[in-house]
C-alpha cells in the first residue's frame, strides 16, 4: 500500500524518482524499490516523506483513508 501511495504523491507533486531521492538523500533506484514494496521504508525515510508531502503516516501506511478515517484490518 505505501508504494502506491508515495508513487500518487510524487506524480501529484511532478517529481520524478530521481528528484525524489535528491530529496530524501537516496537514489533513484531506492525510489524504485519503495514505490514496488521491495524495500521497508525506514523511520526517518518515513517522516520525511509525512513532511515532504503533508500526510500522515497511517495514510502512507494505508491505516487510514484519505478523509482520515482509520481502516484497521
Do not use: N, P, W
Not at 501529484?12 to 519503495?34: A, D, F, I, N, P
Not at 521504508?41 to 516523506?49: D, E, F, M
Not at 513532511?51 to 503516516?57: M, Q
Amino acid at each position: 500500500m505505501y508504494g502506491q501511495r508515495i508513487k500518487e504523491l510524487r506524480e501529484e507533486k511532478g517529481l520524478t524518482q530521481k528528484e525524489l531521492g535528491e530529496l530524501l538523500q537516496c537514489t533513484q533506484r531506492t525510489v524504485s524499490r519503495y514505490e514496488l514494496e521491495q524495500v521497508e521504508l525506514g523511520v526517518k525515510t518515513l517522516i520525511s516523506l509525512c513532511h515532504l508531502f503533508k500526510v500522515s503516516a497511517d495514510y502512507l501506511l494505508g491505516l487510514e483513508d484519505e478523509t482520515g478515517a482509520k481502516i484497521y484490518r
